[in-house]
């Protein structure tokens, strides 16, 4: 007699949804907070693209690590979106302040 015990794993498409929030808009919100990020530091602009290109990578990693830790598919994708929206609108209002300067 055996009993087995059903574990529930992800299916196929749950985990390749995880896969490309990881890759596409993973990426865009790390470029988007590198763009805010060399806005914002008090630095030349040299330092500031290098400091926030150094600043990506880690940025990245964070959230790859953010997409697969989470629970709910939906947490992943509202929260990467939303702040994908809030972190470009920064930069885009930044940037034209910085023009209008």
């Keep these: 007699m055996?009993?087995?015990?059903t574990t529930r794993s992800p299916g196929r498409w749950h985990v390749v949804s995880r896969i490309?929030?990881?890759?596409?808009?993973?990426?865009?919100?790390?470029?988007?907070?590198?763009?805010l990020?060399?806005?914002?530091t008090p630095f030349s602009k040299t330092d500031s693209v290098v400091t926030a290109a150094l600043a990506?990578?880690?940025?990245?990693?964070?959230?790859?690590m953010w997409v697969f830790?989470?629970?709910r598919l939906a947490t992943?994708?509202?929260?990467?979106?939303?702040?994908?929206?809030?972190t470009t609108g920064s930069a885009?209002?930044?940037?034209g302040l910085e023009g209008s300067l």
């Design 20 to 35: 490309f929030a990881a890759a596409i808009p993973g990426y865009a919100l790390a470029n988007a907070a590198s763009v």
């Design 37 to 40: 990020l060399g806005l914002l």
């Design 69 to 71: 830790t989470v629970r």
């Design 2 to 5: 055996s009993t087995s015990t």
């Design 56 to 64: 990506s990578f880690a940025i990245y990693t964070g959230i790859i």
């Design 76 to 86: 992943v994708w509202l929260g990467l979106l939303g702040a994908l929206v809030v």
């Design 92 to 95: 885009w209002l930044l940037l």
